[in-house]
């Protein structure tokens, strides 16, 4: 149902949708849900196009979709985009998308590889890697189905972060925050150094694009940036936020994480 416009400077008015919420008990059904909405999806249209998150957020869903190929769920026609890749480092990095990727889903289904785009992260120029990049999604058309994490403090998605952020974004080479720097020191033996400051990552014009959107979070953490996303200011300030312009969007999570809705 649409709430109401919002008027931007020099922008058309958005339409503002009612985001659908389910909250369960635990992190458990969240993971069997959100599973079972994807396979959903790849059995009602095999060749579906799905954008993959990386993080704790889709692991639990992944893991469904391996129990579901186990048993007899086939993938084969799948065709799969990730939302980003760090700049500048091995394919087989302990921070690379691309490992993270084979060792959480991949390895285990039968999607092609020549059907799974994840940016290149060693490409000597990220500039002309993100231009590259954009033109795949541009080929490959519009995602049957957006899989999002969100973090403790914005989102958690790198997408969403970043100098010039907004509604328009599309692909490009972005810097990372000092949050996530530090976050991610603990694979790279507690040395911020060692972490990669650049990502190449989609926009929020590109998640927008996609015909549904998930959205999962679970725990605690997550609690203060689900309460902004859902019911704070609509704005690049908490890009998350930017989910409520589109009109298919489900935010799926546990007890814990949507505890400060409505207070």
Do not use: W
Not at 16 to 23: A, D, Q
Not at 122 to 143: C, K, W
Not at 185 to 213: H, M, T, W, Y
């Amino acid at each position: 149902m649409t709430l109401e416009h919002v008027v931007t400077e020099s922008k058309p008015s958005r339409l503002i949708y009612k985001t659908e919420v389910i909250i369960f008990p635990n992190a458990k059904d969240v993971d069997v849900y959100s599973g079972n909405l994807i396979n959903q999806q790849i059995y009602n249209k095999p060749d579906s196009k799905l954008t993959l998150a990386t993080g704790s957020s889709p692991i639990g869903a992944y893991q469904e979709m391996i129990r579901e190929y186990k048993a007899g769920l086939d993938m084969s026609k799948l065709l799969t985009t990730n939302l980003d890749q760090y700049c500048y480092i091995p394919k087989n990095h302990p921070l690379s998308y691309e490992r993270f990727m084979n060792e959480n889903l991949f390895n285990f289904v039968n999607i092609p590889p020549d059907r799974r785009f994840i940016p290149n992260s060693e490409a000597s120029d990220p500039d002309i890697e993100a231009v590259r990049y954009e033109q795949i999604l541009t080929d490959t058309g519009q995602a049957d189905l957006v899989i999002l994490g969100i973090g403790p403090k914005l989102t958690g998605h790198i997408a969403f972060n970043g100098p010039g952020s907004s509604v328009d974004s599309r692909t490009r080479v972005i810097c990372l925050d000092e949050d996530t720097i530090e976050a991610n020191s603990r694979f790279c033996c507690d040395d911020k150094n060692q972490v990669p400051c650049l990502a190449i990552s989609q926009g929020i014009a590109n998640i927008l694009e996609g015909r549904k959107i998930i959205l999962i979070a679970k725990g605690a953490g997550k609690a203060e940036g689900i309460r902004s996303a859902l019911e704070g200011p609509i704005g690049t300030h908490m890009p998350a936020s930017l989910l409520r312009y589109h009109p298919d969007t489900t935010f799926i999570l546990d007890s814990e994480a949507a505890s400060l809705l409505g207070k």
